[in-house]
């Protein structure tokens, strides 16, 4: 999914034959997510339905169809923030695999609005068919599948015995049992635009998964604005507000990568109501008026004690 992963285990030393099956089975776990999720291979699964232009429904694997149900629970609790269909417009704005950012034709834009929305995505689970209410619905899981890659890995780690790790997959984490030291996992939030990148919070972390979203790793600027990869589908376009990221701890990691894309997208005053009322835990941060940054989070973030770095 043009990204990278990182499993680090703690406890008692492993043997280099057991570390290679370790090895072998994350690696053949990430790989089937790859393939059946991916923008980034022409075969994938994903695409082969993004290609099927007919509304007649198509056959799916289980795994992808626990994704998009999940998907589409989270749009509809965001009230459409988060939003699966906005391919079309994350390839419009260059933020796709082929990479070439720019502001896109006004008309182009109405065209691909067009064929977007998280309700013309049709599931059948109990019979594993998804089908399109518009033919050119497009899916984009950049905002849920390296979670979903995420719960694979610790799956397979638990399967095999494994009881302390950490797994990350393009920043999204989900740890188990205790680091070397013998402690929680220590997650970073990371400070927004920092060179060097540097931790602004530290979140111990045991049992839990974390997700961010933010818009200071994938943008780019034209004039005096930054038109970064959250794509609002209400509006088209890259988000406008003061949000720089949100961070997301949840008992999956699927979860909270998806919630922490809608939340984003939704703001920082409708995204963080949405968190304390539906009691997610949850941390913002917000670009000031100034130029500093402010914090805030929900109370279940807070009980998480995540403070500050050193």
């Known amino acids: ?133 518009l033919p050119g619905l497009q899916l984009d899981l950049g905002g849920i599948a390296k979670g979903h890659g995420v719960d694979r890995t610790a799956q397979v780690l638990q399967a095999q015995g494994v009881a302390d790790y950490m797994v990350e997959v393009g920043g999204e984490v989900r740890t188990a049992g205790r680091n070397a030291q013998g402690r929680p996992w220590q997650i970073g939030i990371e400070e927004p635009d920092a060179v060097p990148q540097r931790a602004r919070l530290v979140v111990p972390l045991s049992g839990l998964s974390m997700a961010t979203s933010g818009d200071y790793r994938n943008y780019f600027e034209e004039g005096s604005r930054r038109y970064s990869h959250g794509i609002d589908p209400k509006s088209g376009e890259p988000v406008e507000h003061g949000l720089a990221s949100v961070t997301v701890v949840a008992q999956d990691c699927m979860q909270a990568d998806a919630l922490a894309t809608g939340l984003i997208v939704m703001g920082p005053q409708a995204g963080l109501a949405l968190a304390r009322q539906q009691g997610i835990a949850a941390h913002f941060i917000v670009r000031g008026r100034d130029g500093r940054f402010v914090d805030q989070a929900t109370d279940a973030f807070t009980a998480r004690l995540a403070k500050p770095a050193a």
Request: aromatic fraction near 4%; charge should be positive.
């Open 1 to 133: 999914m043009g990204s990278s992963y990182t499993v680090r285990l703690a406890g008692a030393a492993l043997s280099p034959a057991r570390l290679a099956h370790l090895q072998a089975d994350v690696q053949g776990a990430l790989e089937a997510v790859d393939h059946r999720m991916s923008l980034y291979r022409p075969d994938a699964e994903l695409m082969q339905f993004n290609r099927h232009a007919a509304t007649t429904p198509m056959a799916l694997s289980a795994e992808l169809m626990t994704v998009l149900q999940a998907g589409q629970r989270v749009a509809a609790l965001t009230e459409g923030a988060f939003d699966m269909s906005v391919a079309p417009l994350v390839l419009a704005w260059g933020f796709g695999p082929e990479a070439r950012r720019g502001i896109p034709d006004a008309q182009l834009l109405a065209q691909r609005r067009a064929t977007t929305g998280h309700h013309h995505l049709l599931l059948d689970p109990a019979r594993g068919l998804a089908a399109k209410r």
